[in-house]
């Protein structure tokens, strides 16, 4: 059973960075997608950054609003993907969620079957 695990959430000012990890098990398909996703509260979940990989050619996405301070990147020795967050801002307040999807690379705006429990994350003015 595939199973994904978020860590490195917690609570920053604004201006500071934090880093998430996925750790991911029983996931290894040559083509998938995967991502990270945030819900703040009252609000619907929302696509931060994806990845898309096909054997050794991958594709990164980040959303409009986190292009320049969030980067996306997988490392497939040990089986983890990342997400560093730089010059927060309050407004990146939420549950962050991996996730994950086999058989897809290209466009990885599609439904994602495997979910993590998310982790907080909090900034500050």
């Known amino acids: 059973q595939v199973e994904l695990a978020e860590s490195g959430g917690g609570s920053v000012q604004a201006g500071g960075s934090l880093r998430l990890s996925c750790a991911v098990s029983?996931?290894?398909?040559?083509?998938?997608?995967m991502g990270w996703f945030r819900q703040a509260p009252g609000k619907e979940r929302e696509g931060v950054a994806t990845?898309?990989?096909?054997?050794?050619?991958?594709?990164?996405m980040e959303e409009d609003s986190v292009k320049g301070r969030f980067t996306i990147s997988r490392d497939t020795a040990d089986n983890t993907l990342y997400l560093q967050m730089d010059s927060l801002k309050p407004e990146d307040t939420a549950v962050y969620y991996c996730?994950?999807?086999?058989?897809?690379?290209?466009?990885?705006?599609?439904?994602?079957?495997?979910w993590g429990q998310g982790t907080q994350v909090t900034v500050s003015s």
């Open positions: 029983r996931f290894t398909p040559q083509t998938y997608c």
């Open positions: 990845i898309g990989a096909l054997g050794d050619v991958t594709r990164t």
């Open positions: 996730a994950a999807e086999p058989s897809v690379w290209y466009n990885c705006d599609t439904d994602f079957t495997y």
